[in-house]
């Protein structure tokens, strides 16, 4: 994939989109805009970029839905090849992610979204917070040595306005029970999304499961999902009009509540 770039963006073009944006998340939209469009060719790359910074959840903004499915993904495992980059400092390239033994459960988790590429790229920031460049392609070996020292050149470009993008809007700090908060509703979705592809259900069906697991086995709907995402199977659960695989928990009649 050799990218028809565009002109890069000028520094006082990225100083009106800071002094535009009324918020950090808008600025960092407006970036992934300008990314995609001036990565991709007839058509805008499909982009995203994450921002951690201390005591503060990440911030992701994605060209499009498709992107942002596949960041979101990442975060419900907690990696993949665009937080390894992120969190490492080094480029992550995936020439074909379904052969990609780094990743086997993200890779399973975004099959459905015609994906085959990845190319992950870290951006500078200062101390204190992290972000990274991704990018998707749907075919294998999308990225040759072109695209990714085009992707690194455009990263370097960018790192000024995000440094001063960090600092004109500082982190939204969590209290301490809203970040456990955040993290316990994560290990949820993840589960869910896990239970959804083992059982091939719709995600209200997955979440009902993990209710009547959670309720049998007298257990927290936390501890349920923690242990699906540690490679334990769902305790056996059957809802009214389907055939999941598994027996039907003790107690339970089959029933959804």
Not at 77 to 84: E, H, I, K, S, V
Not at 166 to 191: M, T
Not at 229 to 243: D, H, I, K, V, W
Request: net charge negative.
């Amino acid at each position: 994939m050799a990218p028809e770039t565009h002109d890069a963006p000028t520094a006082e073009q990225l100083q009106d989109l800071l002094l535009d944006s009324p918020g950090f998340t808008e600025f960092l939209l407006g970036l992934t805009t300008i990314s995609a469009s001036r990565l991709g060719g007839r058509d805008p790359m499909l982009c995203a970029i994450t921002v951690e910074r201390n005591g503060s959840p990440a911030t992701v903004a994605s060209s499009d839905d498709e992107a942002l499915r596949m960041d979101e993904k990442q975060y419900d495992y907690d990696d993949g090849p665009c937080l390894t980059a992120l969190r490492q400092q080094h480029t992550v390239l995936v020439p074909d992610l379904l052969n990609d033994s780094r990743w086997e459960h993200y890779a399973e988790a975004v099959s459905g979204e015609g994906i085959r590429s990845v190319l992950a790229v870290p951006i500078r920031t200062d101390q204190g917070a992290a972000a990274a460049l991704n990018c998707y392609a749907r075919s294998t070996d999308a990225f040759d040595a072109a695209t990714i020292a085009s992707v690194e050149e455009h990263t370097d470009s960018i790192s000024r306005i995000l440094r001063l993008a960090l600092r004109v809007h500082p982190a939204e700090i969590y209290p301490e029970h809203l970040r456990s908060a955040l993290k316990s509703r994560a290990v949820i979705d993840a589960a869910v999304s896990l239970v959804m592809l083992q059982n091939r259900c719709s995600r209200d069906q997955a979440m009902d499961l993990l209710h009547l697991a959670a309720r049998a086995n007298d257990s927290k709907l936390h501890a349920i999902a923690a242990d699906i995402l540690s490679g334990a199977e769902l305790p056996g659960t059957e809802l009214p009009g389907t055939e999941l695989p598994g027996t039907e928990l003790p107690g339970t009649g089959g029933r959804s509540h």
